[in-house]
Structure formats: structure tokens, C-alpha cells
């Protein structure tokens, strides 16, 4: 019976392990690279004893991952096999017999002689010294008039990941960019090698293995040794120290005669993006043109010397640099430190302080015999509006043209220096500068520092008579005076002889009273000055002759 038992005994004992057990209890969805023979690896592992599960070693313990390289013997040779294969994130149970961890001998009095180890294992990364920097494009602009280069200036925006995906690092985290110059050892060097030849908006992975990043030092609480790093980059922002202004002509107004000069004042509208496109400023959201003088810094240094050489009605597209905009400062809360700017400007108008206003005659009758001038009442038709082509007013939405009287300060003043000097019939165009219109206040639908155009057509022209004059004499007046008003000659003149002797003056031509008002007004007025008893009669020594400042009679 014992011999019996002592044969089930020895028929029942486990075999001894002759290779690496592996038990590949978790693994990650996605595994891009397994481990080969040469890798680096970083792992997390606790170390029992088969035979009851005690634990002899645990990197765990010491919160420091265990760091070295696969078949170079530097590891017991079964955990040289057990790694062979393994992804990051995995997790595998590794059961090394003795003849493949410390054999016969055990070591330093923790590990008995032929102990059957077991090593629960957590891949935290993995490389190897023939690795270099991996770059995965996500997303290109169609449009890349640039890429980054050595010594130019970056602004971008990044997620940075270990490779178990644990975020060691986000600017989105801060809601600002990382701002660097490339090429000046301000960042490792996988990751300048991973942002040059990127465009703005241009999204990368870039994928920095450790001898290229941090290596064995690691940076700071989140950077651990020798650690591989993923970055997920949107490059918001570039340029380069020496940078000009960069101009593009979008569109250009044909027959453009004249440009701006440095001094001259311009209206325009604008929009204003960063280079990713994110608006940060419009005056079109304001109803409302931007308006400055040229060339002498009441704007940044880029747009005053984008404003010169515009036509009226062009567009430009304006690339300006940070060290001739708001530079490191930025504006608080709307353009932050460092940002390229980018401004797309729509002239609406421009002059100078000292311009005149412009008088182009389009139509002129042959025959002019008569031209308007001050005191003349005149009707003419017109248009006017800015120069981008904007109605503002016009005659043709009123039943009848316009009339004023010239020099009674009536219209503004360019608009009376364009309307005199016509004929009638005559057709002008009349550019008026600001200073002889509705100036910095503007009127109405006219804005402030508004260039004005004017269309014009003169209608009809009377002739008339100076200031506080009601009739003037066109030539010498009769002397004397009163025997040729007394037409029945009985020494008293009353209203009515008075007024059939006016009327007969200017039907004749010899005299002119003043247009625009009611004749029988105005004689009666006259009469009313001269009849200075009151009696309802003008006798001879009750009248009395004026002479205006040109030496014409006047009554």
C-alpha cells in the first residue's frame, strides 16, 4: 500500500517549467510597435514568488519605473523572452523558471535557489536608439504661403502625452500658446525638429523618443526618465524678426490717378484676423470706417506704412509682423504677446488738409453768354455721394431742383465754389474735401470726415442783386431821378405809378430786382423807403439813391 501511494505521489508532481510562461492578460486596442530584441523599454512590474505569491521586488513600491534594454543581458533572460512582443499599456504575467532568472544559486538572500519567479508587468514605453522624430500631418491649409524655419518666431497650441496617454502637458490647459523662437535650444530637439516646415493652422503629431526629448533626467514631477513624448500641435502663429509688412493688392480700382501720401487722411474699413483666421477686430461690425492720418503714428507702425500708395476703392491684404504691431505686449484681452496680424482694408475715401475742392466739367453749351455768380439765384439738379459710390441725396427725389442763392451761405462751401462760374445747362462733377463740407462732425447721413462728390446740372440762372438791396441799376440812372418816375408828371409818384416805372426798368434791362422773392413785395418795400412820410406818395425831395460796392445805383 505504501509503494502504491509513493508511485501516485511521484505520477502526480508538476513538471518542471523548461521556458517563459506568458500571459498576456490585458491588452491596450491599439499597438502600433511591439517590443524587439535592442528596444528600450520602461515598465511597471511586481515580482512574487510562484510557489506562494510572495513578493520579493516591486517598482511600484519605489514609484520609479524600471528602465533597460531588451536581449542585451542586462536583464535575466526569461524576462529577456517575456518582454519580446509586448505593447505599451499592456499588461502581462510573466512566469520565468530558474534556469532562465538565478538558477541554482538565487541572489543577495532574496531570492532562493531554484525559485519559479513571476513578474506581473506594465509596458509604460518603449524605443530604440535607431528611432527618430515621427511626424503624422492631421490637417494642412490648403493655402501655406510660408512654413517655420530655423530662427523664426512660433506661436502654437499643444496637448503633450506620454505614450501610456497620460497628459504630461496642454497650452489649451492655460488658454494661451506656447511662444518660442526655433533653432535657439529653447525646446528638445525632437520636438523643434517635429515644428519646422509647418504652416499656420497646419495640425501635427509629433512623436519625440527619449534621447531626443528629456532623456534620462526627465523635467520636472511629469516628464519622467528617459520617457517618449507625444505632441498634438495646431500652429497658431509665425514670423521671423526681420519681417516686413507684407502687401497684397486684392483689387484695384482702374484709372486710379492719385494715391495717398504720408499726411493725407483716410477713411477705410477693415477686418482684422490672426493668421489662423479668428477674427479679433472689424469696423464693419461697428457701421463705422476707421479714420487716421498717414504716416504720422496715430496707428501701428505696419498699417502707416500700409496706407500709403492706396487708391480710392482698393483692397489690400496686410500682413503685419508683431515688432510693428503691439509686439510682446499684445492688447489685453484682444490680441495676445507676439501675434502676426492680418488686416484686409477697403479704401472708402482720402484728402489732404490742403486740398481744393475739384471742379471737372463734363458738359459746357457752346454759347455762354452768362455764368452764375455770388448773389445770383440759381436752380440746378445734383447728386451727391461719397466716393464709393454711396447715394447720400439727389434733386430726383424732390418734385422740383434745387434752388439757393449764391454766396448767402446757403449750401456748404464747396458746393458753392462748384456751383459758380457755370453756364446754364452746364454739367459738372465736384469733388469737395471735408474742410469745405460737413467736416469731422459730418450732417445727417453724411459721416464724419466724408470726401464728397457732387453732380451737377444748373437749371436756370437769375441774376441778382447784392445784400440789403432789393433792385439794382444795370447801367446809369436817370438824372434826375424823379421826373422819370412821375410818368403823368404831377410831381407825386403813389405805389402803383412807382411800381409800372420798376417793372418798366427791368423789362427794358436797365435795372434788376431781387430774385427768388415776390415782385409786389419787393416794390411795395421800395416804395415804403422812399415814402418816408408815410403819405402814400413819393414827392421829389423824398427820394434817395444808394450806391453798392461795386458804384451801382441802388433805390
Known sequence: MFVLLLVLSLTCAPEPLQDVVVDRYHMPTYCPREVETEDFVRYHFNGTFHVDGKKFDSSHDRAKAYISQVGSGRLIAGMDRGLVGMCVNERRRITVPPHLAYGSVGTGGVIPPNAVLVYDVLLLDLWNMADQVQVRTLHRPRRCDRAAAVSDFVRYHYNGTLLTGELFGSSHSKNMTYDTYLGQDYLNIGMEEGLLGMCVGERRVIIVPPFLAYGETGLGSQIPPQASLIYEVLLVDLFNPKDDVTIEVKERPVGCTRTTVSGDFVRYHYN?????????????????????????????????????????????????????????????????????????????????????????????????????EADDLIQYRYNCSLMDGT?????????????????????????????????????????????????????????????????????????????????????????????????????????????????????????????????????????????????????????????????????
Open 272 to 372: 482684422g484676423t490672426f493668421q489662423d483666421g479668428t477674427l479679433f477686430d472689424s469696423s464693419y461690425r461697428r457701421n463705422s470706417t476707421y479714420d487716421t492720418y498717414v504716416g504720422e503714428g496715430y496707428v501701428i507702425k505696419g498699417m502707416d506704412k500700409a496706407l500709403v500708395g492706396l487708391c480710392m476703392g482698393e483692397r489690400r491684404r496686410v500682413i503685419v509682423p508683431p515688432h510693428l504691431a503691439y509686439g510682446e505686449n499684445g492688447v489685453n484681452g484682444l490680441i495676445p504677446s507676439s501675434a502676426v496680424l492680418v488686416f484686409h482694408i477697403l479704401v472708402v475715401d482720402f484728402h489732404n488738409p490742403k486740398d481744393p475742392v475739384e471742379i471737372r466739367v463734363r458738359h459746357k453749351p457752346q454759347e455762354c453768354h452768362v455764368i452764375s
Open 391 to 555: 447715394l447720400l441725396y439727389s434733386s430726383d427725389h424732390s418734385e422740383a431742383p434745387s434752388i439757393t442763392t449764391l454766396g448767402a451761405d446757403q449750401v456748404i462751401h464747396g458746393l458753392e465754389q462748384g456751383l459758380s462760374g457755370m453756364c446754364v445747362g452746364e454739367r459738372r462733377e465736384v469733388v469737395v474735401p471735408p474742410h469745405f463740407a460737413h467736416g469731422e462732425n459730418g450732417a445727417g447721413s453724411v459721416p464724419s470726415n466724408a470726401v464728397l462728390l457732387f453732380q451737377l446740372e444748373l437749371i436756370d440762372l437769375q441774376k441778382g442783386v447784392p445784400p440789403g438791396f432789393m433792385f439794382v441799376w444795370l447801367e446809369d440812372s436817370p438824372e434826375p431821378l424823379f421826373p422819370s418816375m412821375d410818368l403823368n408828371n404831377d410831381r407825386v409818384v403813389p405805389l402803383q405809378e412807382f411800381s409800372d416805372f420798376i417793372m418798366l426798368q427791368v423789362k427794358e434791362g436797365k435795372g434788376r430786382l431781387r430774385p427768388g422773392v415776390d415782385a409786389g413785395s419787393i416794390i411795395a418795400d421800395m416804395f415804403n423807403n422812399q415814402d418816408r412820410n408815410g403819405d402814400g406818395y413819393i414827392s421829389p425831395d423824398e427820394v434817395d439813391v444808394q450806391t453798392d460796392a461795386q458804384g451801382r445805383d441802388e433805390l
